[in-house]
């Protein structure tokens, strides 16, 4: 069964950092990105930042670019989002996602979320001001 599982979720004060692990199982993420998305109460998910896991060529969006820092782990099959100086404005459910490099970089900006190949399911960061 082909799966990609979310974790590491939590409430946080605002400056204050959390990591998020998305580890896959029933397939191997060599030759795939990965991405990370949110989804804050109200509002539509939106792309936070990707990774391509054989080359290791990553994307941030603006919001988060010097604060959250991607990274992979072929030995544990798992994509990381160590996120720090949070801001209550990152309060989400994250989520992640697998397709081709190609397919979630262009999912960073043009959305398309029911399309990517491989979905989880999300984890709650809360941000408290």
């Known amino acids: 069964d082909v799966q990609l599982q979310a974790s590491g979720g939590g409430l946080v004060q605002a400056g204050g950092s959390v990591r998020l692990s998305c580890t896959a199982s029933g397939f191997t993420l060599d030759n795939y990105g990965i991405g990370w998305f949110r989804q804050a109460p109200g509002k539509e998910r939106e792309g936070v930042s990707c990774?391509?896991?054989?080359?290791?060529?990553?994307y941030y969006v603006d919001s988060v670019k010097g604060r959250f820092t991607i990274s992979s782990d072929s030995a544990r099959n798992t994509v990381y989002l160590q996120m720090s100086n949070l801001k209550p404005e990152d309060t989400a459910v994250y989520y992640c996602?697998?397709?081709?490099?190609?397919?979630?970089?262009?999912?960073?900006?043009?959305?398309?979320?029911?399309?990517?190949?491989?979905r989880g399911q999300g984890t709650q960061v809360t941000v408290s001001s």
């Open positions: 996602a697998a397709d081709t490099w190609g397919n979630i970089r262009m999912s960073m900006f043009m959305g398309g979320w029911e399309d990517l190949k491989v």
């Open positions: 990774i391509s896991f054989s080359d290791g060529y990553t």
